[in-house]
Nanobody, 115 residues
Protein backbone atom coordinates (compact mmCIF):
# COMPACT_ATOMS: atom_id res chain seq x y z
CA UNK A 1 0.00 0.00 0.00
CA UNK A 2 1.28 3.46 -0.92
CA UNK A 3 -0.22 6.75 0.21
CA UNK A 4 0.52 9.90 -1.76
CA UNK A 5 0.15 13.44 -0.45
CA UNK A 6 0.55 16.38 -2.81
CA UNK A 7 1.41 19.92 -1.79
CA UNK A 8 2.44 23.19 -3.39
CA UNK A 9 -0.54 24.16 -5.49
CA UNK A 10 -1.99 27.62 -5.51
CA UNK A 11 -2.78 30.73 -7.52
CA UNK A 12 -0.16 32.31 -9.75
CA UNK A 13 -0.12 34.84 -12.56
CA UNK A 14 0.67 33.80 -16.10
CA UNK A 15 4.40 33.58 -16.60
CA UNK A 16 5.00 32.65 -12.98
CA UNK A 17 6.27 29.47 -11.38
CA UNK A 18 5.06 26.88 -8.90
CA UNK A 19 6.64 23.79 -7.45
CA UNK A 20 4.58 20.74 -6.52
CA UNK A 21 5.70 17.98 -4.19
CA UNK A 22 4.31 14.51 -3.63
CA UNK A 23 5.36 12.63 -0.53
CA UNK A 24 4.88 8.88 -0.57
CA UNK A 25 4.50 6.57 2.39
CA UNK A 26 5.06 2.85 2.26
CA UNK A 27 7.86 0.72 1.03
CA UNK A 28 9.55 0.30 -2.32
CA UNK A 29 9.04 3.87 -3.52
CA UNK A 30 12.11 3.63 -5.73
CA UNK A 31 10.55 0.81 -7.76
CA UNK A 32 7.53 2.80 -8.87
CA UNK A 33 7.15 4.92 -11.95
CA UNK A 34 6.09 8.28 -10.56
CA UNK A 35 3.99 10.69 -12.56
CA UNK A 36 1.97 13.87 -12.44
CA UNK A 37 -1.40 14.05 -14.13
CA UNK A 38 -3.83 16.94 -14.36
CA UNK A 39 -7.52 17.36 -14.93
CA UNK A 40 -9.10 20.62 -15.98
CA UNK A 41 -12.84 21.25 -15.61
CA UNK A 42 -14.78 19.39 -18.28
CA UNK A 43 -11.69 17.61 -19.58
CA UNK A 44 -10.20 14.17 -19.19
CA UNK A 45 -7.29 13.54 -16.89
CA UNK A 46 -4.03 13.74 -18.84
CA UNK A 47 -0.44 12.78 -18.22
CA UNK A 48 1.81 15.77 -17.58
CA UNK A 49 5.16 14.15 -16.80
CA UNK A 50 6.59 10.86 -15.58
CA UNK A 51 9.90 9.63 -14.18
CA UNK A 52 10.96 6.00 -14.09
CA UNK A 53 12.75 4.27 -11.26
CA UNK A 54 15.97 4.81 -13.21
CA UNK A 55 15.33 8.51 -13.71
CA UNK A 56 14.14 8.51 -17.31
CA UNK A 57 11.62 11.27 -17.86
CA UNK A 58 8.92 12.01 -20.37
CA UNK A 59 6.63 14.99 -20.79
CA UNK A 60 3.44 15.98 -22.51
CA UNK A 61 4.19 18.14 -25.53
CA UNK A 62 2.27 21.00 -23.97
CA UNK A 63 4.70 21.29 -21.04
CA UNK A 64 8.03 20.38 -22.61
CA UNK A 65 10.65 22.99 -21.86
CA UNK A 66 8.54 24.53 -19.08
CA UNK A 67 8.02 21.74 -16.53
CA UNK A 68 10.60 19.50 -14.87
CA UNK A 69 9.84 16.31 -12.99
CA UNK A 70 12.33 14.86 -10.53
CA UNK A 71 12.41 12.35 -7.73
CA UNK A 72 14.35 11.88 -4.53
CA UNK A 73 14.19 8.22 -3.57
CA UNK A 74 15.86 8.88 -0.21
CA UNK A 75 12.99 11.19 0.70
CA UNK A 76 10.23 9.19 -1.03
CA UNK A 77 9.25 12.35 -2.86
CA UNK A 78 8.57 13.37 -6.43
CA UNK A 79 8.56 16.98 -7.57
CA UNK A 80 7.15 18.99 -10.44
CA UNK A 81 8.75 22.35 -11.13
CA UNK A 82 6.45 24.43 -13.32
CA UNK A 83 7.78 27.54 -15.02
CA UNK A 84 6.30 29.96 -17.55
CA UNK A 85 2.83 28.95 -16.45
CA UNK A 86 -0.12 29.62 -18.74
CA UNK A 87 -3.85 29.88 -18.01
CA UNK A 88 -4.25 26.56 -19.88
CA UNK A 89 -2.20 24.91 -17.12
CA UNK A 90 -5.05 25.53 -14.68
CA UNK A 91 -6.18 22.15 -13.34
CA UNK A 92 -6.14 19.81 -10.40
CA UNK A 93 -2.76 18.08 -10.40
CA UNK A 94 -2.56 14.48 -9.21
CA UNK A 95 0.44 12.43 -8.19
CA UNK A 96 0.53 8.81 -9.36
CA UNK A 97 2.66 5.81 -8.41
CA UNK A 98 2.51 2.85 -10.76
CA UNK A 99 4.02 -0.58 -11.08
CA UNK A 100 3.10 -3.64 -13.09
CA UNK A 101 0.66 -4.69 -10.40
CA UNK A 102 -0.34 -1.53 -8.54
CA UNK A 103 -1.61 1.98 -9.20
CA UNK A 104 -1.97 4.67 -6.53
CA UNK A 105 -3.27 8.24 -6.64
CA UNK A 106 -3.00 11.26 -4.42
CA UNK A 107 -5.94 13.48 -3.55
CA UNK A 108 -4.89 16.24 -5.93
CA UNK A 109 -3.81 19.84 -5.57
CA UNK A 110 -5.34 22.82 -7.37
CA UNK A 111 -3.19 24.97 -9.63
CA UNK A 112 -4.79 28.14 -10.95
CA UNK A 113 -3.03 30.41 -13.42
CA UNK A 114 -4.57 33.83 -13.92
CA UNK A 115 -4.17 35.79 -17.13
Amino acid sequence: QVQLVESGGGLVQAGGSLSLSCAASGRSFSFYVMAWYRQAPGKQRELVAAVSSGGTTNYADSVKGRFTISRDNAKNTVYLQMNSLKPDDTAVYYCNAASSTSDYWGQGTQVTVSS
